[in-house]
Nanobody, 126 residues
Framework: QVQLVESGGGLVQAGGSLSLSCAASSRTSTCFDMGWFRQAPGKEREIVAGIACNGTSTHYSDSSKGRFTISRDNAKNTVHLQMNSLQPEDTATYYC???????????????????WGQGTQVTVSS
């Protein structure tokens, strides 16, 4: 079982910035790969950005590259998404996603995790 607590989001004018955070907690010591997806009304969910457990490998969608920055705090198992130069087309519900496996050697259990946050709304006005 993994608990995800998302924060941030809201309403901003075009050209503005917002920051999202997602804190993950579980009973194991799993280091999760973490990412953000978004879904606009009538559209499919799409990836925005992701960051590997090691914190050095990141992935950005073409639409977020150069404007958004994903980072993480492994001590707090938290992922952040800094969004700059927001545009009306960025309006969507943003979802945190985590995946990973526990270590049998550390936790004496081998479990796989694939969890989604409840979503947070980002609205960009023109």
């Amino acid at each position: 079982q993994v608990q995800l607590v998302e924060s941030g989001g809201g309403l901003v004018q075009a050209g503005g910035s917002l920051s999202l955070s997602c804190a993950a907690s579980s009973r194991t010591s799993t280091c999760f790969d973490m990412g953000w997806f978004r879904q606009a009304p009538g559209k499919e969910r799409e990836i925005v950005a992701g960051i590997a457990c090691n914190g050095t490998s990141t992935h950005y969608s073409d639409s977020s590259k150069g404007r958004f920055t994903i980072s993480r705090d492994n001590a707090k198992n938290t992922v952040h998404l800094q969004m700059n130069s927001l545009q009306p087309e960025d309006t969507a519900t943003y979802y945190c996603h985590v995946e990973g496996y526990s270590s049998w050697y550390v936790d004496r259990v081998r479990e796989g995790y694939d969890y989604w946050g409840q979503g947070t709304q980002v609205t960009v006005s023109s």
